[in-house]
C-alpha cells in the first residue's frame, strides 16, 4: 500500500474553481474520508489522484512517486464509482476476473481463479460467481464491485459514495463493509461521502471540503470537538450544533467581531425550574424516544438532547445554561475566534 500528497492542487471547470489550492498527506494504510455537500470538490479530488482529469495547478505524488503527468493506467489505484458499472453479460466470476485479464497485467489464468476465490471469500459471495451481475441485488452488486477493486490488489483504493444508490437499511447493514476490509488487507483508501455518519464511522481522519478547498482534517473526534470553521462544525453533529445570535449572550465574554455563537445540543445544561440566573426559553416540541428537547427564545429555535425523566409540554418555560467553556464563536466569514 501507498502514501498519497497533494500539493497545491487546483482544478478549473472553465469559470468554476472545482478544486482551490488542496494539499493533503493521506499515509499509507490510512482510510481518510472526504466529507462535504455536492458539489464541494470531493469527487473532483478523486479524479484528480487517479489520473481522469489532470490539474491546471499543482503536484500530486503516489508512494513518493511524481504522477501528476502519469497515465491512469500507471498509477496503479482502483476507483470505485458511485454507479457499480459491472457487465452484464458477464458473470460474478467474469466481472471480477476482468480485470486480471487486461493485456498489461499478463495474470496467468490460474493466479486468476485463485485471486478471485481470495476476494468471494474474503466478501461472503461464493455462493454468487455463476450469477450474471443482472441477478444481484444492490449489496452484492456493492460488494462485486469492490472486489473488482481488491483483486487487482492495488497500492490504494478510491471509493466514491459507494453506498449511496443503496436503500437506508441496506446502507446501514453494509457501512461497516469498507472499514472491515480496511483493517483486513491494511489497504490506503481515500473515501468521498456527504454522509457524516459514514465519515465518523469509517475513518481515521476526516478532511472537510468546503468550495473546492480543504478547511480541515482531523480525526473525526477533533473535528467535532474543536472546529475550524463554521462549515466544519455544522457538517458533523446531529442533531445539528446550535447557532445563536451574539444578542442572547453578555457582549463582555465574547471574542471581538462575533458574528454566530455555537454550541453543541448535549452541551446545553436544563435545570429543574426556570430561575432569573439562567437563560428561559419556551418549549416547541419534545421528543422523548429521541431525547430532544426544541425550545425557542426571540424566534431562535435552540436544540437540547437530555435524557431526563422529566416531561415537557408545548409553551411551557425552561431554564437552561450555555456553559462558556462549550461555546464557539464564529466571524461573519465562518472563520472560528478562539475563545
Same mark, same amino acid.
Given at each position: 500500500m501507498s502514501e498519497?500528497?497533494? #500539493?497545491?492542487?487546483t482544478k478549473r471547470f472553465g469559470d468554476i474553481v472545482a478544486v482551490d489550492d488542496v494539499s493533503l498527506d493521506v499515509k499509507e494504510g490510512e482510510f481518510v474520508v472526504l466529507l462535504g455537500p455536492s458539489g464541494a470538490g470531493k469527487t473532483t479530488t478523486l479524479r484528480l489522484i487517479a489520473g481522469l482529469e489532470r490539474p491546471d495547478d499543482g503536484e500530486i505524488f503516489i508512494d513518493g512517486a511524481a504522477a501528476t503527468d502519469m497515465h491512469p493506467a500507471d498509477r496503479d489505484v482502483a476507483f470505485i464509482f458511485q454507479q457499480? !458499472?459491472?457487465?452484464?453479460?458477464?458473470?460474478? /466470476?467474469?466481472?471480477?476476473?476482468f480485470p486480471l485479464r487486461s493485456p498489461r497485467r499478463r495474470v496467468s489464468e490460474a493466479e486468476v481463479a485463485a485471486r478471485v476465490q481470495s476476494v468471494v471469500q474474503m466478501l461472503h459471495i461464493e455462493s454468487k460467481l455463476g450469477n450474471l451481475a443482472t441477478r444481484l441485488s444492490g449489496g452484492e452488486m456493492?460488494?462485486?464491485?469492490? &472486489?473488482?477493486?481488491?483483486?487487482?490488489? $492495488?497500492?490504494?483504493f478510491l471509493m466514491d459514495e459507494p453506498l449511496s444508490s443503496l436503500d437506508a437499511k441496506l446502507r446501514e447493514e453494509l457501512r461497516i463493509e469498507p472499514k472491515r476490509l480496511h483493517r483486513t488487507i491494511g489497504a490506503t483508501i481515500i473515501y468521498v461521502t456527504h454522509d457524516q455518519v459514514e465519515a465518523t464511522t469509517l475513518a481515521d481522519r476526516i478532511g472537510i471540503l468546503e468550495h473546492g478547498r480543504i478547511v480541515q482534517v482531523g480525526a473525526p473526534r477533533d473535528v467535532y470537538g474543536n472546529p475550524a470553521s463554521l462549515g466544519a462544525a455544522q457538517r458533523l453533529g446531529s442533531p445539528p450544533i446550535n447557532l445563536l445570535p451574539p444578542v442572547l449572550f453578555d457582549p463582555a465574554t465574547m471574542p471581538a467581531g462575533t458574528s454566530t455563537v455555537a454550541i453543541r445540543p448535549e452541551d446545553i445544561v436544563l435545570h429543574a425550574h426556570d430561575t432569573r440566573d439562567v437563560l428561559n426559553l419556551r418549549v416547541l416540541e419534545y421528543s422523548p424516544l429521541r431525547h430532544l428537547l426544541i425550545m425557542e427564545r426571540d424566534g431562535t429555535a435552540?436544540?437540547?438532547?437530555?435524557?431526563?425523566? #422529566?416531561? /415537557?409540554? $408545548? &409553551?411551557?418555560?425552561? &431554564?437552561? !445554561?450555555? $456553559?462558556?467553556? !462549550?461555546?464557539?464563536? /464564529?466571524? !461573519?466569514?465562518?472563520r472560528r475566534i478562539p475563545a
Open positions: 498519497i500528497r497533494l #500539493r497545491g492542487v457499480y !458499472s459491472l457487465y452484464p453479460h458477464l458473470t460474478v /466470476f467474469g466481472n471480477l476476473a456493492q460488494r462485486v464491485a469492490i &472486489g473488482r477493486a481488491l483483486v487487482r490488489q $492495488p497500492k490504494v435552540i436544540v437540547a438532547t437530555t435524557m431526563t425523566e #422529566r416531561n /415537557f409540554t $408545548p &409553551g411551557q418555560t425552561v &431554564g437552561v !445554561s450555555l $456553559p462558556l467553556r !462549550s461555546l464557539l464563536y /464564529f466571524r !461573519s466569514d465562518g
